[in-house]
Each structure stands twice: as C-alpha cells, then as structure tokens.
C-alpha cells in the first residue's frame, strides 16, 4: 500500500497541481463533492461584484448592450462546447437541467412521432437521476408514449427494439458512478432506429466527452457541479446541428424568438440552438457561470480534458486501493465500477453487514472532520441490490493525491472507532 510520503511525491511532480490556486477553499477541508457543488473560483466574486456595481448599478439597462448581456447564453455555451465536443454555435446556456431536458425530449418525441408513429416507448436506467425520469413520465403522459425503465446495463440492448422512440440516458450514473460509452450506445440506438438524449450533469468538466464524434443527437447539462458554476447555476443545451432546425422546442419563449425586439405577437424561432433559449438569462448567475467554465479552459495549456481524465482516474484508483487496504476489513466495499474506462470522476463505497444502515452517520462524522463527500440513499427493500453509498468525487483541478491518503485515514479512524455511533452524526438532516 502507498504511504503518504508516495502521495506527496505524486503531487510534487504534478504538472495540474498550479490550478488549485483557481479556488477559494476553505482550511482544513478535504473537498470531495465536486460532483455535487463545484468549489468557489476565485474569480467569481469579483466578477459579480462588477456586474452588481458597475454594469448594474452603473451603466442600469445600457448593459444589455455595452457589457454584452445578450449574448451570454451563447458565448459561455460555446466556452462549454470546448469541453463536450461540440462546434461553435451549438451550445447554449439557459435555464435548468430539468427545462432543458424538457425542451428536448419533446422535440425528440415529436421527430420520432413524423418518422415512426408506430415507435412511442421512451427508455431509460431505473438508477438515472429522478427528475429526469419525472420529466420523461410528464412527456410520456402528454405524447402518449409510454416510459420503460431497465434496472441493469445489460437489460440495454433488449431495449433497442422497433418500438423505441427515444433513448434517454445520464452518461455518468448519479449514484454508482458507471460511464456509459457514448459512441457505442448511441451507435447502437441509431442501428435500432431511435434518438438519444445524454444528460451530461456528471460528465461536463469531469472528463472528455465528445457528442459530434458521438454522433449523438441531444444533451443537456448544469453548471455547478464541474464546471463550478455555483449553486443553482445555469444549464446547457445541445442539440446535433441536423435536428435544430426541424421543430420548435416547447417553451417558445420570446428571447428564442428570430426577431425578439421586433415585438410580434406570433412566434417565429430563432435559426439554430438559440430557439432552445425561452425567457430572459439570469444575468448574475450566468456570469457566475463563465468563471467556473473558465477554470476548465485554464486546463487547456496543461493538455486539457485529456490531462484531467488522467488524473481524476489516478486520483480514483489511489482511493479504492487505500479504501480497500485501510477500510476493507471493518465492513467498506466498492459500488462504482473497478473498471476505469467505466467510471466517471466518482468512487462509490458501501458498508456491508452489520453497518449497512451506518452510512450516512458514517459520511456526516466524516464531514465533521473536514471530509466533504455525499451520502445517497438504497432502496431498504432491496439493500443487498441497491445499497446506501458513500459518494466522493474527484475533481483534479483542485484535489491532490495527499488528500485523498488523508481523506481514506479519516475514514479509517471513523469506522475503527466508531465515532459515527455518536447521536450528533445520526440526526438526518433536509440535504444529504
């Protein structure tokens, strides 16, 4: 097992580690939920701060103009398209994950209903995140389609079938980690005859991703995990340059108008992904939004995506041997996949019998410690299946190879000395 001493070697010859200055962190505070909250960069208040004062408070409505408001949605869409494969043009910034994949899904629906009535299913992973299956169930009401969900990877290619409409997946799953391969999935929808839609909420920013080499034909994502937006931050919108033009999205919105200062009373979509934009962007928040896509792009001189996906699946590796080495024998198991080139930027850990109900008051002594990782929820009718994980996420931009040997003995010492037992660390709070 690797001491400590080889994790500082490994960060003292990291070519990343001068990016860590990006980010305001706090002391004393391993930060292992990137995955779930970017971290501050350091830019971001300033930034504000001169939106609030001067083009605010200062130049008032002028700024729409002068400091370039307007164009926002598409400039930071295309800074997110450095990091998603996508060309100029193609992305743009609005509103949320959720009314993002709303947008889309219907538009995809409505496609597959001119080319194929006969196709009306909608599948997707019983795993993926819940409010993507909550949009999907909504549209599948509304089109009539019908929404199917498969509880295993290997249940996928029984589902490509000629009744598929529209494949629907999250690349990275929220809770194991697993990464699906993008190209190959989609390869094989289309061979069915369906589209498919990526949700790139745990991809953008965590590793390479490229939909045009893809092929694929949609995807949506946020802006405060990786790409460290802040919370609430805005989301993203992709659509395959052969599909924008052919529907018009559903919330047909006055700023995804061709003309939106001519004031008409019918609407006439804007060419492109601007129609995918709806009401006015949350200005604040958007800017907010460019300073943490900016702390991606920092990355590019270093070898960009690439040297990030190294060492986020470095820094992966080194927490699964330590965790197994250290923590192996008082109960921890992997739940994300032992394979690299299947897992995202996220290492998954459940506890087996007799702690498997210790998890979250196990992550809660944790983050008293200054360990900042997640807890999600099993399902407690099927723990053995669907267990309670520990979730830590591995962002190489400001995450060392130290930390993480730290992180590990802090959760060595939690669960040897079974600190979690203390009532403090078992009261369930609203945010797991």
């Known amino acids: 097992m690797r001491t400590r001493q080889d994790c500082?070697?490994?960060?003292?010859?990291?070519?990343?580690?001068?990016?860590?200055?990006?980010?305001?962190?706090?002391?004393?505070?391993?930060?292992?939920?990137?995955?779930?909250?970017g971290v501050l960069p350091r830019e971001t208040a300033a930034r504000v701060q001169q939106v609030i004062q001067q083009e605010w408070g200062t130049d008032l409505i002028k700024s729409w103009n002068t400091a370039g408001w307007m164009d926002l949605p598409g400039r930071i869409g295309d800074k997110i398209g450095r990091l998603i494969g996508a060309r100029p043009g193609e992305c743009v910034v609005?509103?949320?994950?959720?009314?993002?994949?709303?947008?889309?899904?219907?538009?995809?629906?409505?496609m597959a209903r001119a080319d194929a009535p006969e196709r009306r299913v909608i599948v997707s992973e019983r795993?993926?995140?819940?409010?993507?299956?909550?949009?999907?169930?909504?549209?599948?009401?509304?089109?009539?389609?019908?929404?199917?969900?498969?509880?295993?990877?290997?249940?996928?290619?029984?589902?490509?079938?000629?009744?598929?409409?529209?494949?629907?997946?999250?690349?990275?799953?929220?809770?194991?980690?697993?990464?699906?391969?993008m190209k190959a999935v989609t390869s094989a929808a289309h061979a069915a005859g369906a589209l498919v839609i990526w949700d790139l909420a745990h991809s953008a920013g965590a590793h390479e991703v490229d939909l045009n080499g893809a092929g694929a034909d949609f995807a949506v994502g946020c802006g405060y995990k990786y790409l460290n937006g802040g919370p609430g931050a805005?989301?993203?919108?992709?659509?395959?340059?052969?599909?924008?033009?052919r529907f018009w999205q559903p919330l047909s919105g006055w700023l995804?108008?061709?003309?939106?200062?001519?004031?008409?009373?019918?609407?006439?979509?804007?060419?492109?992904?601007?129609?995918?934009?709806?009401?006015?962007?949350?200005?604040?928040?958007?800017?907010?939004?460019?300073?943490?896509v900016d702390t991606l792009l920092a990355a590019e001189p270093f070898g960009g995506m690439a040297a990030?996906?190294?060492?986020?699946?470095?820094?992966?590796?080194?927490?699964?041997?330590?965790?197994?080495?250290?923590?192996?024998?008082l109960g921890v198991r992997l739940s994300s996949p032992r394979e690299a080139k299947q897992r995202g930027?996220?290492?998954?850990?459940?506890?087996?019998?007799?702690?498997?109900?210790?998890?979250?008051?196990?992550?809660?002594?944790?983050?008293?410690?200054?360990?900042i990782g997640d807890f999600r929820a099993g399902d407690p009718a099927r723990l053995a299946e669907v267990p309670?994980?520990?979730?830590?996420?591995?962002?190489?931009?400001?995450?060392?190879?130290?930390?993480?040997?730290?992180?590990?003995?802090?959760?060595?010492?939690?669960?040897?000395?079974?600190?979690?037992?203390?009532?403090?660390?078992?009261?369930?709070?609203?945010?797991?």
């Open 308 to 329: 990030l996906r190294h060492k986020s699946v470095a820094l992966c590796e080194l927490f699964i041997e330590l965790a197994e080495a250290r923590c192996g024998s």
């Open 234 to 245: 805005p989301a993203f919108v992709w659509v395959n340059p052969k599909h924008a033009e």
């Open 94 to 110: 609005a509103d949320s994950t959720s009314l993002n994949l709303y947008k889309v899904l219907s538009a995809a629906l409505q």
């Open 8 to 37: 500082q070697v490994l960060d003292d010859e990291d070519t990343l580690r001068e990016l860590r200055h990006l980010f305001s962190l706090p002391p004393g505070v391993i930060y292992l939920d990137g995955n779930s909250l």
């Open 345 to 371: 930027s996220q290492v998954c850990l459940s506890l087996a019998a007799p702690l498997q109900e210790a998890g979250y008051a196990v992550m809660q002594a944790l983050i008293a410690r200054g360990v």
């Open 388 to 432: 309670h994980i520990l979730r830590f996420g591995f962002t190489p931009l400001y995450i060392g190879y130290a930390e993480v040997f730290d992180a590990v003995e802090h959760l060595h010492a939690v669960l040897s000395s079974e600190e979690w037992r203390e009532a403090r660390f078992n009261q369930k709070a609203a945010v797991t």
């Open 127 to 181: 795993s993926n995140f819940p409010t993507d299956l909550y949009i999907a169930e909504s549209l599948a009401r509304q089109h009539g389609a019908e929404l199917r969900l498969i509880d295993a990877v290997e249940d996928l290619p029984a589902a490509l079938n000629s009744e598929l409409a529209v494949l629907m997946l999250t690349q990275v799953n929220y809770r194991s980690g697993y990464m699906h391969d």
């Open 256 to 292: 995804g108008h061709a003309a939106p200062f001519q004031f008409t009373p019918n609407y006439q979509p804007a060419p492109g992904i601007r129609r995918y934009i709806a009401g006015t962007p949350a200005i604040l928040s958007t800017a907010a939004l460019e300073c943490g």
